[in-house]
């Protein structure tokens, strides 16, 4: 039976996401039903586009990217995919007719990283675009179901809080990246001399995204308000715990959140939510 197919399909994004994240699959969860397995799917994709160019090193990355992208749009074509990952992304980018452009500006992204080690302002941006805010864009297709009023309206709220999750992960891992993928993607940043200075500014800019995303949480559909607001807050979380850090830390080690934080997160977001207060 072909829904068996995608059935195995669905479950081998949902592991993905759940070996790869337990922060995004605990959030997945706390999702409407309705909308899990569509956001499961599409991470499970990007997590795979990801891991290509970040951790096989001893393959060669471009050949793989070059054949993961053909496999990717023959899906969308075919409608289907013997790779379950690709099978279940397709999936959702038919149903929910995710734009097309989303995705090349993703593998744009993802191609950059197997050759680029530094970026200019204008570079940046579209790195954070390609690489986080399209992210965030098809979730809220996901989301918003149909709805292209509610998309277009809700789009710079979505890339705001993409882009947040995507700079803290360059400041939570610049140690792995400056040393081991031999990549800064903040522009005019030293590394050798992080300053507190060149710190605050990159701060001040994560944090103007935050408020900006917080306010688009508020007026997303009810389904998936609750998750969305989660995966905010455990970010948020980790970026208040970088600001207390001092410069010379970020390169030492990787600031965590630990499990029981995860908890607590959940547990008062859950209680604000029941208050109607988040």
Sequence with gaps: MLQLF?????????????????????AIRLLHKDLRT??????????FADEIVDTFHEYDKQTLLDEFMKETYLS???GISLNPILNSFQQVVNKYNIEKDLVDAFFASMKSDLSKTAYDDQGYRDY?????????????FVFCDGNKQLYDQLKPYAQALGAAFQKVNFLRDVKADAENLKRVYFPGVDFSNFTYD????????????????YEGILKLPVKARFGV??????????????????????LEDRIRIPNYSKA???????LRSQLNIL
């Design 6 to 26: 995608h059935n195995v399909s669905t479950e081998c994004s949902k592991i993905t996401t759940k070996r790869y994240s337990t922060s995004f699959s605990t």
């Design 38 to 47: 569509p956001i499961y799917h599409i991470y499970g994709f990007v997590r």
């Design 198 to 213: 060149a710190k605050y500014q990159i701060e001040a800019d994560i944090q103007n995204d935050f408020a900006k995303a």
């Design 229 to 250: 607001y989660v995966a905010y807050k455990y970010y948020l979380s980790l970026f208040k715990k970088i600001k207390r850090a001092r410069p010379a830390i970020l």
């Design 264 to 270: 607590f997160i959940v547990m008062r977001a859950g």
């Design 128 to 140: 954070i675009y390609g690489s986080a805010e399209v992210v965030g864009l098809m979730c809220l």
């Design 76 to 78: 969308f074509e075919r």
